[in-house]
């Protein structure tokens, strides 16, 4: 250490920092001889509407405009209270909708968190419980597949303090990327490589996928046969988890289909509904098909096959199709899809919703930071679950999960940009707002002496000298989230 050096002490990694330089996280830097955060504190205001402007902290007599009267303090750029022994770096508070209120602003450190991930497609990804790997490293595993998604879950403690110090590191940085929306290429062990990006179609093996797909075969009988009616003698949807049979199928029962000898090689289910008539891959619908006569047996003329016969076969998103005629030996021959058909193709495609990642962050906010909140932490958990305490994440709404503990989830493209940080110890630093009213806040043992309004906040600043940066709230898929409010007691506007 040299004499010039001087300790930040915001995380357990205590850095010895050299003038000008940055602590290993890049989030604190000495300044002549002082610790400063090194991003500005993020605040959030509907008066806003773009760009935002910079506001120096610890201006007593600063001229400058005043800030909006809406303006929401978050935790961005507000700094951590490690190891949590002191009130919270901002504990602010406002009018909303005529009632006082109090939100206490952090930056929490989290060991205990993860990125759960759905993938909008049905191609197959891996096996389900299949390590996923970036840069080699383990960083996660393939987990349920749900209604035309793929479910990933990332990171976690043990991944990121229980294996080796390259694992961590590897599945901090994945996981820090994919929170601030950046692009991150994974392989799945028996799998595919995907980039994922929140926000955007997945890349399944080079490919960027395009539709996710209207529903299972069943389900796409279900919405269409009517429409096939009259057009074709047989329908077949080829689906990795369902595939429909139209002249089996209930709802082709109901219209009237007449049987057409067709047969199946899969496990039957219930009438028209056929499970593994494939493995799971990149071809139709989610299998590995690339030819999709390969499901079908023999037809029986005793129950319905005839030359002539008109087929149609499709995948769950339209992408794909042919259709066939039954000649003299009742083999299906290939013929070009007629014009009526091509329609009902095309509406297929149009009820398939665009293919897309979404990045959720999940973390335990149930640990020490609450001490900066409140003298008596389990005091905090109760008001978050009980719904006095409304907990958001960089002005975001977020899911706590019942149960113990203050487990949440955000979608994290709902935050402002950059909003995710990391320690190298290794954790993920994430903002969090806590607000209620100001006599609850005072009720649950809250640090009364530390509340400040947003103007007295900005003259005098915080703990380590930083600045401020009043923005419009991020318009997530082209809707503002609203401001945070106290559930079941004051919404914000
Ligand atoms: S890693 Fe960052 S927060 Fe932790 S001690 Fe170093 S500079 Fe401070």
Redesign the pocket.
Known sequence: MTPEKI?????????Y?APGQ????????NADGR?VRTDPVVMLSHAIESGGRVVPFALRDWDGDPLPADTFVTGIGSG?T?PDYKPAPFIVSSQIEGADMVTVVTEAIFSYCGVKVKIDTDRFLGPEGATIRVGGEPVGHVTTAEYGSQMLSLGGVHHLTGGSKAEGRVTCASMLALCNGEAVEMTIDGGSTVVVQAGRPPVVDGRPERRMRVGCGSATIGMFASQWRGLVDEVVVVDDHITGVVSEHQAGKVLGWEPTGIRIRGHRSTPGRYFRVSEPGLGWGGTKLTDPLEILAPWEARKGARPGLTLLMVSTTGEEFAYYVLDDALVPQPAPLPDSLRATVALIDENCEPSLCTVLFMGGAGGSLRAGVTKNPVRLTRSVQGGVTRLTAGGAETYVWPGGGITFMVDVTTLPKGAFGY???PALVAPLEFTLPRADYIALGGHEEAIRDVPRMVAEGGEYPTSGRVEPWPDAAGASPRTPGVLGKVQGP
Do not use: E, F, S
Not at 7 to 14: F, G, I, N, T
Not at 22 to 29: E, F
């Open positions: 300790r930040c002490d915001a995380c357990p990694v205590m850095c920092i940055t602590g290993a996280c890049d989030r604190y830097a610790i951590t490690y320690v190298p110890t």
